[in-house]
């Protein structure tokens, strides 16, 4: 295990950031590509006073080791906050030294009375066997989407 931060992202971040969603984006862990466009408004919303999202970033010493985002909505089917848990990305180097659970309960403690969710890739299985460990559960339903723009 290693000695880790847990900071707000902040704007001098924003180049790691970007440059680490851009990996994240084009790995086997998502199965969208993102686009330059999206990452900047994700992370602009992260570091601005956004109420639906919170940007975080892990630090070794001086050095950025990953980042995350939540997202904040209500659930219907579970009658309380919800905490969505978005971008789990660590560089290769800090992978397997126990920062994503760390960050969980980080998240935990901020928000102990919201049910937290996560969306997985299964070829992801060694997220989807951390997932699992921390108490995470398959849901048996399929999530559907419809975007919608008036640009």
Known sequence: MINFEIRKMAHDDKADIISMMK?????????????????ECDFENCINDNPYIEGFTFYNKEEIAGYA??????????GKQCIWLEDLYLKPDFRGQGIIPKFITHIKNSYPKAILRLEAEKENTHAMHVYKKLGFKELPYIE???????E
């Open 144 to 150: 559907m989407k419809m975007e919608h723009t008036n």
């Open 23 to 39: 990996e994240f984006y084009s790995s086997d862990a998502v199965s969208t590509n993102g686009s330059a466009k999206i990452f």
């Open 69 to 78: 985002m939540i997202a904040k909505s209500f659930s219907t089917e579970f």
